[in-house]
Nanobody, 126 residues
Framework: QVQLVESGGGSVEAGGSLRLSCEAS????????MAWFRQAPGKEREGVAT????????YYADSVKGRFTISQDSAKKTLYLQMDSLKPEDTAMYYC???????????????????WGQGTQVTVSS
């Protein structure tokens, strides 16, 4: 069983930065895919970035390319999302997710991950 706990959300002005963390407990195999999702009020959950734990391959949604960076610290079993040049439209609840199916990492379109965190709120003011 894998449990995920996000932290690092908060309120920031447009143009600012935040770094989200997702600490995993339980065993994350090198074949796992981990990802960040977000959901704004009244909108569907959307994939932001994915990372293949074993090989480090990453994918980003077009809306965040060049501004967000997904990374990991395997020793700490922690996934990060560095968010720079934040925009008001980035305001959402951000979720960390993990799954044993590596092919989920090939796109941010997949949402059927097995394990989810509780979310951390990010609010960007103009």
């Amino acid at each position: 069983q894998v449990q995920l706990v996000e932290s690092g959300g908060g309120s920031v002005e447009a143009g600012g930065s935040l770094r989200l963390s997702c600490e995993a407990s339980g065993y994350i195999y090198s074949t796992y895919c981990m990802a960040w999702f977000r959901q704004a009020p009244g909108k569907e959950r959307e994939g932001v970035a994915t990372r293949y734990i074993g090989g480090g391959g990453t994918y980003y949604a077009d809306s965040v390319k060049g501004r967000f960076t997904i990374s990991q610290d395997s020793a700490k079993k922690t996934l990060y999302l560095q968010m720079d040049s934040l925009k008001p439209e980035d305001t959402a609840m951000y979720y960390c997710a993990a799954d044993y199916r590596p092919h989920l990492c090939q796109t941010t379109a997949y949402t059927a991950y097995t394990y989810w965190g509780q979310g951390t709120q990010v609010t960007v003011s103009s």
